[in-house]
T-cell receptor
Framework: EDQVTQSPEALRLQEGESSSLNCSYT??????LFWYRQDPGKGPEFLFT???AGEEKEKERLKATLTKKESFLHITAPKPEDSATYLC?????????????FGPGTSLSVIP | KAGVTQTPRYLIKTRGQQVTLSCSPI?????VSWYQQTPGQGLQFLFE???????NKGNFPGRFSGRQFSNSRSEMNVSTLELGDSALYLC???????????FGEGSRLTVL
């Protein structure tokens, strides 16, 4: 069964304390992996797309990497404004359409 | 460029009633997807429309339905509301197959 998991479920960091979030997937026919950020009461906001193992993308304090079985979202020297839920999603190809599967998310709190 | 617009933002209904939610995608995006988000279940896929045709459907009962108009605007309808239908309903559009999703702010439905 196609599945996406994320760990940890929740993460509490001190401002400036770097860490990584994990997204693991068990799917067939991976076409792309996406990271989104979601603030409370709002819709998810797109961060990165990764298409092949070894690929990396960076944006400010965030860096996303992809292997054949998982992706990491590295947060360097986080600030309180980085507090949010981070969602990963994979797109897989079915016979006549592509299917998007979201992970459950990691809730990040950055304490000043 | 205007983002994805969802209306209404908040609504309260009672059990047994029905509700219609509306979504206007980003101009030029022909794909519109709907998701249900609850604290316990995360983001659950409802359905996706492309050029007025339903391309894909999640595992929700027939009480959940949707449609897309020729201008790409979409509506979803939930009939015979149940308490468990209380959730944030998110609409997303994307510019291409396997592209990133652009989400609206969501419609927060409370069923009493």
């Amino acid at each position: 069964e196609d599945q996406v998991t994320q760990s940890p479920e929740a993460l509490r960091l001190q401002e400036g304390e770097s860490s990584s979030l994990n997204c693991s997937y068990t799917v067939s026919g991976l076409r792309g992996l996406f990271w989104y950020r979601q603030d409370p009461g709002k819709g998810p906001e797109f961060l990165f797309t990764l298409y092949s193992a070894g690929e990396e993308k960076e944006k400010e304090r965030l860096k996303a990497t992809l292997t054949k079985k998982e992706s990491f979202l590295h947060i360097t020297a986080p600030k309180p404004e980085d507090s949010a839920t981070y969602l990963c999603a994979v797109t897989i190809m079915k016979t006549s359409y592509d299917k998007v599967i979201f992970g459950p998310g990691t809730s990040l709190s950055v304490i000043p | 460029k205007a983002g994805v617009t969802q209306t209404p933002r908040y609504l309260i209904k009672t059990r047994g009633q029905q509700v219609t939610l509306s979504c206007s995608p980003i101009s030029g995006h022909r794909s519109v997807s709907w998701y249900q988000q609850t604290p316990g279940q995360g983001l659950q896929f409802l359905f996706e429309y492309f050029s007025e045709t339903q391309r894909n459907k999640g595992n929700f009962p027939g009480r959940f339905s949707g449609r897309q108009f020729s201008n790409s605007r979409s509506e979803m309808n939930v009939s015979t509301l149940e308490l468990g239908d209380s959730a944030l309903y998110l609409c997303a559009s994307r510019p291409r197959v396997n592209g990133e999703l652009f989400f609206g702010e969501g419609s927060r439905l409370t069923v009493l």
